[in-house]
């Protein structure tokens, strides 16, 4: 019920923005965020809206701005001087419970849009 768009590739040092929004009607969801699982990987966070902020993990913090309405159940990712192990089926995700409040994991997030491949290349 999530649909993801603007993936693509790219070469290192290149920018792009990840954009999502509900297929059909809005969630009413308390976060959003944006996951992802590179080719052998487990999916990991990246980064998520709730609650007023704005929470990324350390690999992309100071690369990539997450922004978005949290009511719309809408969730973009600006993704700036993308590396080769930037990589990966980007996902969005939102929960529509309130479980985030507790932690920003994976299953605590109950829609999911259907992924968008982003490569970088050296």
């Known amino acids: 019920q999530l649909q993801a768009s603007g993936g693509g590739s790219v070469q290192a040092g290149d920018s792009l923005r990840l954009s999502c929004a509900p297929s059909?009607?809005?969630?009413?969801?308390?976060?959003m965020a944006w996951f992802r699982q590179a080719p052998g990987k487990e999916r990991e966070f990246v980064a998520a809206i709730r609650g007023g902020g704005a929470y990324y993990s350390e690999s992309v913090k100071g690369r990539f701005t997450v922004s978005g309405d949290v009511n719309k159940s809408t969730v973009r990712l600006q993704m700036n001087n993308l590396k080769p192990e930037d990589t990966a089926v980007y996902y969005c995700?939102?929960?529509?419970?309130?479980?985030?409040?507790?932690?920003?994991?994976?299953?605590?997030?109950?829609?999911w849009g259907q992924g968008t491949l982003v490569t970088v290349s050296s």
């Open positions: 059909g009607r809005t969630l009413n969801s308390h976060g």
């Open positions: 995700a939102a929960d529509s419970t309130g479980r985030t409040y507790i932690d920003l994991i994976q299953e605590y997030f109950d829609y």
